[in-house]
């Protein structure tokens, strides 16, 4: 039994050295597909905004002076630039994943309390290579994704403040109709829909009743499942992405069979040990 478990623990070993080698082979692929991803994100969002501007909303764009023309471009700019930055910057050694709460997962009032408060918390339990990857790889697809979020709320905030979309939209009202199903604009990162808005005055001396109407509303909404669609560049990185987590798939499959069988092996080891055979 002993010789069994020194075979199955030699396999484990054996295992998380493959493992720890394909997160070096991860990090790289990553790091290529974050690097084609930043340069098709700036031009998509540099794109999507001059569609907005030229195609849908046409006379505000012309409304604004030349001044003002080039403040959005290069606020356009500035924010697609900073874009591509940030997603190159989600890319973290594999070895520095920590198991991290989700922001959501609190309500406002507490997340700002944990912020201002020191608490003594008790040590970290040590990831195995193989939950360090796992863990490693959902955090970055999800910060891909909130990067990508942040992003439509800025640029849609440029055009706000340009008065080229309208200001009294908020974008938590942009980002539920982006998720409601028959809102395809027929045009790639673009979000178009009609959306119920409720226009008030800002004069403190206008009749208080607001007035409800649907808006036709255009905005930017960048995807990352329609950006590797139609982006050969990034659908290639993501395509090789896909291959690895297979070849993952299939290690970490064999991982967790080769622990429970570590597992049973030492309860059955365990109990012999302390068995006491009755003689009577």
């Known amino acids: ?5 020194d075979q199955i623990s030699q396999r484990l070993a054996s295992l998380d050295r493959q493992i720890e080698t ?3 082979t991860f990090t790289e692929t990553y790091r290529g597909y974050l690097k084609q991803l930043g340069q098709t994100v700036k031009q998509q969002i540099i794109l999507s905004c001059y569609r907005i501007c030229t195609e849908n909303y046409p006379k505000r764009f012309l409304a604004l002076s030349v001044s003002q023309r080039q403040k959005l471009q290069e606020d356009i700019q500035h924010l697609a630039r900073q874009t591509g930055i940030d997603l190159n910057d989600l890319l973290k050694p594999i070895e520095q994943t920590r198991i991290e709460p989700e922001p959501e997962d609190f309500p406002d009032e507490l997340e700002e309390l944990l912020s201002e408060t020191e608490l003594e918390l008790p040590d970290e339990p040590s990831l195995t290579p193989l939950e360090a990857l796992t863990i490693w790889q959902e955090q970055l697809e999800r910060s891909i994704t909130r990067t990508l979020k942040s992003t439509n709320g800025n640029a849609n ?17 942009l980002d539920a109709a982006a998720k409601a199903e028959g809102n ?6 673009l979000l178009n829909v009609l959306v119920s808005a409720s226009e008030k005055s800002t004069d403190a001396d ?6 409800t109407a649907l808006m036709h509303v255009v905005a930017v909404n960048l995807r990352l499942s329609e950006i590797e ?5 990034v659908s290639n990185w993501r395509g090789k992405l896909r291959e690895l987590k297979q070849q993952f798939q299939a ?8 622990r429970r069988e570590q597992s049973i092996a030492e309860a059955q080891l365990a109990w012999k040990s302390t068995w006491i055979k009755d003689e009577a």
């Open 22 to 24: 394909m997160g070096d």
């Open 157 to 173: 905030r440029l055009l706000q403040e340009a008065a080229i979309l309208p200001k009294r939209i908020p974008q938590a009202v």
């Open 229 to 233: 669609f139609n982006d050969p560049g």
């Open 251 to 258: 290690l970490a499959k064999d991982y967790q069979k080769k």
């Open 184 to 189: 395809d604009s027929g045009a790639a990162n």
């Open 1 to 5: 039994m002993t010789g069994t478990i």
């Open 206 to 211: 206008a009749p208080p009743p607001a007035i």
